[in-house]
């Protein structure tokens, strides 16, 4: 399974940014996608799940009605859209993928694949 992530970089703070997620080589049809953080120094914090089977999605109080997690089912992409990005929302940014549990989705922390992570800076 490998994931690749893009789109990080510096923003200012009420700005907006939109994460990518490319997966290869996991064809579990239903499966959970999604997002985590971590600050330096700080422990990850999951940031958005989406289940693929379902279409449902879960979000981290901390980023409800700021960050959408989306999925291109055509061209097999994840996506977090952003927006109104505050410097506590700065860290590096992974997209991680697992199975379901007990019929639903874990926390994206505990997920069993991730990517290599891109920065996102909010001053």
């Known amino acids: 399974v490998q994931l690749v992530e893009s789109g990080g970089g510096s923003v200012q703070a009420g700005g907006s940014l939109s994460l990518s997620c490319v997966q290869s080589g996991y064809d579990v049809p239903n499966h959970c996608m999604g997002w985590f953080r971590q600050a330096p120094g700080k422990d990850r914090e999951g940031v958005a799940v989406?289940?693929?089977?379902?279409?449902?999605?879960y979000y981290a109080s901390s980023v409800k009605g700021r960050f959408t997690i989306t999925r291109d089912y055509d061209k097999d992409l994840v996506y977090l859209q952003m927006n109104n990005l505050k410097p506590e929302d700065t860290g590096m940014y992974y997209c991680?993928?697992?199975?379901?549990?007990?019929?639903?989705?874990?926390?994206?922390?505990?997920?069993?694949?991730r990517g290599q992570g891109t920065q996102v800076t909010v001053s």
């Open positions: 989406l289940w693929i089977g379902g279409a449902t999605t």
């Open positions: 991680a993928a697992d199975q379901l549990y007990g019929g639903t989705c874990r926390d994206a922390t505990e997920f069993a694949y």
